[in-house]
């Protein structure tokens, strides 16, 4: 049997041997690809276990709207419509792919059933529309990296070689289906517009013996481009090609909280805690290295960066990811960390200060459009900084001890918790007579003179909606947030398990709060130490009064405001509404506002991740660069609902002598 034309990979051999010349191309690209990616498994399998297996339905939800759906590169309009091009035209060009290797293998089979013809029309026409589209993206992914150069983008040559490595990709298609169709005329069909163009071109100027040629080379070199496709991505930065889908699928499933875990500290024969080298990272930690697009999204959101601190989340990740590449075959030798080679992990490749920097806002995963997680990374190295290796700030020393003697990190007498509720007829909270909620005041809202007006403003409202609460007094201690988010797991390990037994032994089931911090460690982190309560921030409370009509302004406030997204309560917890319901029972509509970084884009204030216990002496302050994002809304009152970003934010406007212009309100102090 002739071969059909269509299937001509090779005119001029036997047809046995065109299967042989395409399966030996194969087999050495598919043996280098995976020759580069076992060593990159082998090392994920000794790193920290983690089950990510849990979810699924939620993780397949997940996949499909930030994988295949492309979500979160839509943020930023312009890349985003060209990555999304790129990854729905190749799933699309995925068939085209297989058609071309099925015709190198069997070229003697063609494929027909019933209706196959209007089949292949029609994916000719949706082929021919990608091939277009894609070519438009790789010639504007050429133009933003040759002319444009984004500064957060980076701009290395592999970048360039796989854009011209996909145009080729794309024009052998289109070439090889022209070549086609100038052959054999009377196949010629409009189904496939392009290879129909090009084909009236070719036969005006190609003889049949350079038309048999052209077919030949569009064919191979079409396939040839493909393997070599493959061989680069798991040595070139495109192995987020191969590793974004599962990525994605084993990101923290839910976004809130922490992926931090509690750690045994009695572990036998356990000497380092906290990651002191690449392999105590686990491994999906390690797969996040693989998996950076090295896009600068993070950098264009990171407070830290951005007030000129010496921490690129994008730089972080990335030099973590060529140390682990340059360490995989001393770690595979060894079967794990050889100490004594290579530069240490901390303080070597990445340093001190880079870590201290962070805010742990969470800012750069949301705007990471592969899911790379940021904060837990973060703390996990300064864990080892503080645990195993005793380096931190000399501030933190000094709020470590505070912590530790009076369970707050400024060292005020741990018996003097409760002096701020002195005269305000707060009833103590008492086991055999529990009122409904136990309100949780925090170390701020305990002993900062601006954080104790807060705490009075919450309780006055919640006694006048009715709501039956008391306080624990000096039974309450912190709940640890602070050192755990700077890396003293050992001392919150210490203060949550003296907390959770206090609220056992209380019987204590509802808490609320108006501390962010304190909210997301009751409410996503007590349960590992044995306290599962029901925990709710008081913006959630109060919205629910006032829609229950137990809290009632009949006149608003007409000056002009706008609300602060705290990190800890906005993108750790998802909560956006319940301070916004807050609000606009307080202020009439027409004088709010929104800062242009709002809800999951809020700009951090600065204070979290334990550093409002630390200086701020390099570049301006992260406070500094956030008012000046609200006074672009020109306010007369921002509005918060955390007391640490009122402290960050009044300092900054008195710095900036914006004080007397503008005030700093608590949401509960919205509606006082
Ligand atoms: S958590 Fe915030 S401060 Fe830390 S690296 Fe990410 S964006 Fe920067
Ligand atoms: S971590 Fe995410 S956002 Fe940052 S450069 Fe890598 S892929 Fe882009």
Redesign the pocket.
């Known amino acids: 049997m002739d071969i059909p034309t269509a299937n001509r990979a090779w005119d001029w051999t036997p047809p046995q041997v065109q299967p042989w010349i395409l399966g030996a191309l194969f087999l050495f690209s598919m043996g280098a690809f995976f020759l580069s990616i076992w060593p990159k498994i082998r090392v994920m399998r000794l790193a920290v276990p983690e089950n990510r297996w849990d979810h699924p339905l939620q993780r397949i939800q997940n996949t499909l709207k930030i994988a295949f759906g492309q979500s979160k590169l839509f943020k930023d309009s312009k890349p985003g419509l060209m990555h999304a091009m790129f990854f729905w035209g190749f799933l699309i060009l995925l068939l085209r792919a297989a058609q071309f290797f099925a015709i190198g293998f069997f070229p003697r089979v063609e494929i027909q059933f019933p209706g196959s013809q209007s089949l292949f029309d029609f994916y000719g026409l949706a082929r021919d529309a990608v091939i277009f589209l894609v070519v438009l993206a790789a010639k504007y992914g050429l133009y933003r990296r040759l002319v444009l150069k984004p500064k957060n983008l980076t701009l290395s040559f592999d970048g360039i070689l796989i854009l011209v490595l996909i145009l080729f990709i794309m024009l052998t298609d289109v070439l090889f289906e022209a070549a086609w169709f100038s052959r054999n005329p009377d196949q010629l069909s409009l189904w496939s517009p392009l290879g129909a163009l090009f084909s009236w071109a070719l036969m005006d100027h190609l003889s049949p013996a350079a038309l048999i040629a052209t077919h030949n080379a569009a064919y191979w070199g079409h396939v040839s481009f493909i393997l070599f496709f493959i061989t680069l991505l798991p040595n070139s930065k495109h192995f987020h090609i191969v590793a974004s889908i599962p990525n994605v699928y084993f990101s923290n499933p839910q976004r809130t909280g922490s992926g931090l875990r509690r750690i045994d500290f009695e572990e036998e024969g356990k000497e380092s805690f906290g990651v002191n080298n690449i392999l105590d990272l686990s491994w999906k930690s390690l797969l996040d290295l693989h998996t950076c697009t090295e896009c600068g999204r ?1 950098d264009s ?5 951005n007030s000129g601190k010496p ?1 690129s ?1 994008k730089k ?1 990740t990335t030099d973590l990811r060529d140390y682990l590449n340059a360490a995989t075959p001393r770690l595979l030798e060894t079967s794990g960390p050889a100490p004594g080679e290579g530069p240490a992990l901390l303080g070597g490749v990445i340093d001190d200060e880079t870590l201290w ?9 949301e705007a990471c459009p592969v899911m790379i997680d ?2 837990d990374k ?1 703390i996990a190295m300064r864990q080892g900084l503080v645990m195993t290796e005793s380096r931190m700030p000399k501030e933190l020393e000094q709020a470590f001890k505070s912590l530790e003697v009076n369970s707050n990190p400024w060292g005020f007498g741990k018996n003097t918790r409760a002096d701020w509720a002195d005269g305000l007829d707060i009833k103590l909270w008492d086991k055999e007579n529990p009122t409904e909620y136990l309100y949780f005041v925090g170390c701020n809202g305990s002993f900062d003179h601006r954080g104790k007006k807060i705490s009075t403003q919450v309780t006055k409202l919640l006694k006048e909606a009715g709501v039956d609460f008391s306080i624990l007094g000096m039974e309450e201690g912190c709940t640890g947030d602070p050192a755990r988010r700077a890396g003293n797991e050992y001392l919150f390990d210490l203060l949550a398990s003296t907390n959770a037994e206090t609220f056992k032994a209380q019987r204590i089931k509802k808490v609320v709060t108006h501390c962010p911090h304190c909210f997301n460690s009751l409410k996503n982190e007590y349960p590992e130490f044995g306290a599962n309560l029901e925990v709710i921030h008081h913006s959630e409370l109060l919205a629910k009064l006032i829609q229950e009509g137990k809290l009632k302004r009949e006149e608003k406030s007409e000056s002009t405001t706008v609300y602060h997204d705290s ?1 800890y309560l906005g993108r750790h917890n998802q909560e956006y509404e319940a301070p916004r319901d807050v609000l606009s029972a307080g202020v009439d509509e027409t004088a709010r506002r929104e800062v242009e970084n709002s809800r999951e884009n809020g700009t ?1 204030c600065g204070a979290g ?1 334990g550093r409002f216990l630390m200086e701020e002496n390099t570049g301006t302050r992260m406070s500094h660069n956030r008012v000046d994002e609200l006074m672009a809304t020109q306010p007369d009152t921002i509005a918060v609902s955390c007391p640490f970003c009122v402290l960050m934010i009044e300092d900054a406007l008195k710095a900036k002598n914006l004080h007397d212009k503008v005030k700093v309100k608590d949401i509960s102090e919205i509606l006082e």
């Not at 959101?301 to 960066?305: D, G, M, N």
């Not at 920097?357 to 995963?365: F, K, N, R, V």
Request: proline fraction near 8%.
């Open positions: 993070c959101v990171c407070p830290a960066l921490l989340p972080l920097a962070c805010t742990s806002c969470g800012a750069c995963e940021y904060v973060i990190c951090c991740g």
